[in-house]
């Protein structure tokens, strides 16, 4: 069986997340490997339904999604989970749920400026409103990660080069 690990894509909102993760997904699926992909945004209209955008809801959400993705890693399906878990406390918490031999944060950097001048579906407008005070980078702080194993800048490079970059140390770290 093969060994599940996990890719956990981390930063604000409209950093890249959800376009890099779901690439590499797709990237993973043409070499024939077992996927899964977790993004927050999807689970917040299912499994986490119930959840808003508290610190208290943030990491339950977060809770959930590293422990889907460690019983899919016990199986040995890889996971690319694409949330924006905001804090430290948050980003070690998915480390010690999925364990740090297996768990790969990669942190997705963008400025709050970069994220907001591409407003993704009109997201920082809309959601700003709706989230009364929640929103990351804006009324919230995001910590960068500490030590993530890979750190990708989208604000000055192409959606391509971030791609490669990725691909290029999957590579390296696991000699494929
Ligand atoms: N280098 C890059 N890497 C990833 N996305 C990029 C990059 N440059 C521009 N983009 C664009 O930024 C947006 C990122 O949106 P999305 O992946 O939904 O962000 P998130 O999931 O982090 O909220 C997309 O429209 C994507 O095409
Ligand atoms: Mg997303």
């Known amino acids: 069986m093969q060994h599940g690990f996990t890719f956990w894509f981390t930063g604000l909102s409209g950093a890249g997340k959800t376009t890099l993760s779901k690439s590499l997904a797709e990237e993973f699926l043409r070499e024939g490997k077992n996927v899964v992909v977790l993004d927050g945004d999807e689970l917040r209209s299912t499994l986490s339904k119930d959840l808003g955008f508290s610190e208290e809801d943030r990491i339950e959400q977060n809770r959930r999604a590293a422990n ?5 890693n016990d199986q040995g399906i890889h996971v690319m989970a694409a949330l924006i878990s905001p804090t430290h406390e948050i980003q070690t ?6 364990g740090v031999n297996r768990c790969f944060l990669i942190h997705v950097d963008c400025s709050i400026e970069g994220c907001q001048q591409r407003d993704v579906k ?3 407008a809309n959601r700003i409103k709706q989230n009364e005070g929640n929103f990351t980078g804006i ?4 910590q ?5 194993w890979l750190k990708i800048n989208t604000e000055f490079s ?3 080069q971030c791609k490669a970059e990725l ?3 999957i590579r390296a770290t696991f000699n494929q």
């Open 158 to 160: 192409t959606f391509e």
């Open 93 to 98: 918490l998915i480390k010690d749920i999925i």
């Open 144 to 148: 960068d990660p500490v030590n993530p």
């Open 68 to 72: 889907i993705a460690s019983i899919l």
């Open 139 to 142: 009324h919230q702080p995001y």
């Open 122 to 124: 009109q997201l920082y």
């Open 167 to 169: 691909l290029q140390a």
